[in-house]
């Protein structure tokens, strides 16, 4: 079997393992793929390898060796599956893979929020503590996450986890799924209460054309001033001009984004002007860990298609 790896640099630092891919057959990879280069390199593959890499219509008519796509990745937007089940070529993905770095890096927003870590950082080394009349600092206002609201939107395998950790801080959770809650501990209250109850709004949910702008300025109206916003979700569930206006205007207290709209944000967001605005660069499914197990998962979905058997299967 030929494998082919069309974008690599997506996933790895150089700290990956692909023996996996080794181990079932002839095994190629490149750091990044357009589509004249995707069309030459999978000349003759059996199985292609694609993160963001785009597989279309006019790649699939121009591989007609391909039998599977395995996309590394939990989203497949990237691929033509119309196209692809017309082939009969088969598409799998991998979900579940970053169920514990997500919630990890929800965290770190929000305590980056809560305690000012990335300001009193950047305060210190310009001097501010160095010449300091007291002790310490009191420049920000922080706040205890023990006994605040965290409302979680998209309830999840990661919002689940979200939830936990929350437990461990001692606050209280409202969740919110539009697929609704079953065999939970959590009752699935309705949006608008979300909104009005939390402290935090913390999104898991995936990007609908029924999710987009979810969190616009009406929904922003409904929540405290004193509330903060996290999204490690998908940049299109929050309206950004909108949400950058609150934190401008001190209608929102804070927010910890993740994703945007447009990635890498090659013209500029609106956010990076916000006030009290952490943002990190669509990071927080990327340990290690999480990464090697996009690895190995994707992987077995090629080994059990090469086997005839059917996992994570999409098309």
């Known amino acids: 079997m030929k494998i082919v790896f069309l974008d690599e640099s997506t996933i790895t630092r150089g700290d990956m393992d692909f023996s996996c891919f080794e181990a079932l057959g002839t095994y190629v990879g490149y750091p990044l793929s357009d589509e004249a280069e995707i069309i030459e ?29 395995g ?3 939990t989203g497949y937007n990237n691929i033509d599956l119309d196209s692809a089940r017309e082939k009969g070529v088969r598409v799998c993905n991998v979900a579940g893979y970053a169920a514990n770095s997500v919630p990890q890096h929800t965290f770190a927003l929000i305590l980056n929020l809560a305690s000012r870590v990335y300001r009193y ?27 605040k609201t965290l409302g979680i ?5 990661i919002g689940k986890n979200v939830a936990r950790i929350a437990e461990a801080f001692l606050m209280n959770v409202l969740a919110y799924d539009a697929f609704g809650i079953k065999d939970d501990m959590y009752p699935n209250i309705d949006m608008d209460t979300l909104l009005a109850e939390s402290d935090i709004v913390t999104l898991h949910c995936p990007l609908t054309e029924d999710t987009r702008n979810l969190i616009d300025e009406d929904a922003i109206a409904k929540m405290k001033r004193t509330a903060m916003i996290i999204n490690t979700a998908r940049g299109g569930i929050i309206d950004e001009p909108a949400l950058a206006g609150a934190l401008n205007n001190g209608r929102l207290a804070g927010a910890g984004i993740d994703v945007v709209e447009e990635e890498p944000p090659k013209n500029g967001n609106v956010l990076f002007t916000a006030q009290n605005c952490v943002l990190t660069p669509h990071a927080a499914w990327s340990t290690v860990e999480a990464r090697q197990k996009l690895v190995d998962e994707t992987a077995e979905n090629i080994k059990a298609f090469s086997e005839g058997g059917e996992r994570n299967v999409i098309v």
């Open 153 to 157: 939107v998209g309830f999840g395998t």
């Open 41 to 69: 390199r999978a000349a003759g593959a059996d199985a292609v390898i694609a993160n963001k890499a785009l597989i279309n219509r006019r790649v699939l008519d121009s591989l007609p060796n391909l039998r599977m796509v």
């Open 121 to 147: 950082d950047a305060d210190v080394r310009a001097g501010d503590w160095q010449q300091a009349p007291i002790f310490t600092l009191l420049s920000y206002p922080t706040f205890e996450l023990a006994g």
């Open 71 to 73: 996309v590394i990745a």
